[in-house]
């Protein structure tokens, strides 16, 4: 059976811990061939800097090959419904795309973001399902309506930072912030995802109950505290939100009931350009560590000093994304292989 990397949700938490013990050693000692003759295609439908970057040279390192394709860019456009008849702007259906990269590489990483006009649409992850449904090798999400890379980096990035891999306990405060467009909720459904899965006390903080993410992801945040023994709470308050918080991770995201009209959303959000991290609400945590996913627009969603501050691991947690994406693609070709992984990935 095919494993894929979409969502952590998928794999154990063993699995997990697994695969950022080995990110951890690779970020010792960078170079190896766990990936010799190994390919994987990066499929990117949406722009990056960190998630290209990181991949191409995670690849590299280990000695293996990355390919990145743009479909409608520098590749052809692709049809995800079934029974379409094709005599519009696309070229090829899913279903050839996904085996013939399957007859190419070893794994396909997909990055394709919402279209931000119908979330009952954009929720299926259809571009994402259907590569994972058409390919006969793994798949891993590179950002989709979830970001599990990110995830992991993160995680690895507290975990340096407070010297334990146990965060249990940890006061963690998701926080919403003002951004001019209605963006994405894939780093904050993640960011939920991860915190409440390794037993963090999480506060989503969020201007009002609309911009409460997507119930499938406060589902599994829920699902994820009964297992941890960690804590969920929403709150509109920022005062309270920060007080003694050991993390402070930030993201803009647009409020689901809105989504496609953003003009009806925009007034709202332009009500809350105070959400910004600044280090007044950073002098209410514990000493707290301030993270961000980037790309990030300064004095927007968190002030020059917040960023520039020592307290502030982004940095860390972009670097990290090199050093958790070795681990996983590792895990995934040694699983495909019929090897023991190392990594105690297994059947799900
Ligand atoms: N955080 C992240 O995925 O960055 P990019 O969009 O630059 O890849």
Redesign the pocket.
């Known amino acids: 059976m095919t494993r894929h990397f979409l969502n952590t949700q998928d794999w154990t938490r063993a699995e997990l811990d697994a695969v950022l013990a080995q990110a951890a050693r690779f970020k010792r000692s960078p170079a190896g061939d766990a990936l010799k003759g190994k390919s994987i295609a990066l499929v990117f439908f949406n722009?990056?800097?960190?998630?290209?970057t990181s991949f191409e040279l995670g690849a590299f390192q280990l000695g293996g090959h990355a390919v990145v394709l743009q479909p409608g860019k520098d590749a052809w456009p692709i049809e995800f419904d079934l029974g379409t008849v094709m005599d519009g702007e696309t070229e090829e259906h899913i279903a050839e795309v996904a085996k013939v990269l399957s007859r190419y590489v070893d794994m396909i990483g997909v990055r394709a973001f919402p279209k931000f006009v119908d979330w009952s649409v954009d929720r299926q992850d259809r571009v994402l399902q259907g590569f994972a449904k058409y390919a006969t090798v793994p798949v891993v999400n590179m950002?989709t309506i979830t970001?599990p890379c990110?995830e992991l980096a993160h995680v690895l990035a507290l975990q340096e930072r407070f010297g334990t891999t146990d965060l249990r306990g940890k006061k963690y405060v998701l926080t919403w912030t003002y951004h001019p467009k209605a963006l994405n909720t894939a780093v904050a459904n993640s960011a939920l995802t991860i915190a409440t899965r390794m037993g963090m006390d999480v506060t989503l903080l969020c201007p009002t109950p609309e911009y409460v993410l997507d119930e499938r992801y406060m589902g599994w945040a829920a699902a994820n505290v009964a297992e941890s023994g960690g804590s969920l709470r929403v709150s509109h308050d920022i005062d309270s939100a920060y007080a003694g918080a050991d993390v402070v991770y930030a993201k803009s995201w647009g409020a689901l009931p809105y989504f496609g009209d953003w003009a009806r959303e925009k007034p709202i959000r332009d009500e809350y350009r105070h959400f910004i991290v600044d280090e007044a609400k950073m002098a209410r945590t514990n000493h707290g560590v301030f993270s961000h996913?980037?790309?990030l627009r300064r004095n927007v969603k968190a002030t020059d000093a917040v960023m520039d501050s020592p307290d502030c691991i982004a940095i860390e947690e972009?670097e990290n994304r090199l050093h958790v994406q070795k681990a996983v693609m590792v895990a995934l070709a040694r699983h495909h292989d019929g090897r023991d992984s190392g990594l105690g990935i297994g059947d799900s």
């Open positions: 722009p990056s800097l960190r998630t290209r950002e970001h990110q996913c980037l790309p972009a």
